[in-house]
């Protein structure tokens, strides 16, 4: 009897004991997840704003400005990456840059609400600052841009075949009195922008009277718009057109590098005969 109450106040205990194993681990588990997720969402938090800080960020589209490669309120994704390996802007790039000298004067601004600017401020939300602007590089340091007329677009004296990013029914070129006919000579350090709806863009032309003559300091250049994000059905790349990879673009720069090299040369045939002469004389 004593030996079967024990055995059955054995298996009880056992029982109790088995309850409290089943319980105590899920009530740990409770626990240590609702300590851990502020830690989970400072962690998500620090990502963001990393992600957003050196590689990539979501801009909006204030204006048409860009037309028809970007539309007004389209979201586009900048890589901010490349840059801090030296990278600079290219001819062709779409770029988004800080206001280099009050350009933005008498635009309208946002007022983005604490939420906003907060999801803006890690980069879950596209930017609330309203002193960048996106527009794409026509020359870098060292190009002549010219524009005649209604154009064509020259770069270094190289026509650009356009048609296939500027907005349709513009013109290459602006006539007016205002900045649209210009010959600019880019020094090194700065950009050219233009804008896709030349007729539609306050852009490097009509900023040329500011302390940068219109020119867009490389250093002012947030990063290359690489993605259209959003809306869905607008998703897709934004690649450098061809007309900026046609031959002879670069001519001008690459006389300017082979030239020193080419008279170098020739200086250095005469003494090369002089030496052989010399030579041949004292074996004799």
């Known amino acids: 009897m004593e030996d079967g109450s024990g055995s059955g106040s054995g298996s009880d205990g056992g029982d109790a004991s088995t309850g409290r194993s089943e319980q105590d681990p ?11 997720l502020p830690i989970l969402i400072g962690i998500a938090l620090v990502l963001a704003l990393l992600i957003k800080t050196f590689l990539v960020q979501a801009f909006s589209i204030p204006s048409d400005s860009m037309q028809n490669t970007l539309q007004q309120g389209d979201r586009v994704l900048v890589d901010k990456l490349t840059p801090w390996f030296g990278s600079e802007p290219e ?6 840059f800080h206001d280099p000298d009050n350009w933005l004067a008498g635009e309208p601004t946002a007022d983005p609400n604490a939420l906003q600017t ?17 527009k794409r590089v ?12 209604t154009g064509p677009l020259k770069v270094n004296g190289k026509a650009l075949n356009d ?5 349709a029914g513009n013109t290459p070129c602006s006539q007016d009195d205002e900045g649209g006919q210009f010959k600019v000579k880019v020094p090194k350090g700065m950009i050219w922008v233009m804008g896709d709806h030349r007729q539609n863009s306050r852009d490097s032309r009509y900023n040329q009277a500011d302390k940068h003559h219109g020119m867009v300091p490389v250093d002012d250049v947030v990063g290359r718009a690489i993605v259209k994000a959003w809306p869905i059905n607008r998703w897709g790349t934004l690649p450098v057109p061809d007309t900026f990879d046609q031959s002879g ?3 001008k720069a ?10 170098a040369l020739v200086g250095a045939v005469p003494l090369v005969l002089v030496r052989r002469r010399r030579k041949a004389s004292k074996d004799d």
């Open 26 to 36: 899920n009530a740990r588990k409770q626990r240590s997840f609702w300590k851990e």
């Open 249 to 251: 673009l670069n001519a």
């Open 254 to 263: 690459a006389a300017a590098v082979t030239a020193p090299g080419a008279v």
């Open 138 to 149: 026509i020359g870098v340091g060292g190009d002549t841009v010219e524009c005649k007329g």
């Open 118 to 134: 907060f999801l803006s401020w890690i980069g879950l939300m596209p930017s609330a600052e309203e002193k960048d602007l996106i």
């Open 163 to 167: 048609s296939s990013f500027v907005y």
């Open 91 to 96: 001819r062709g790039e779409v770029v988004v």
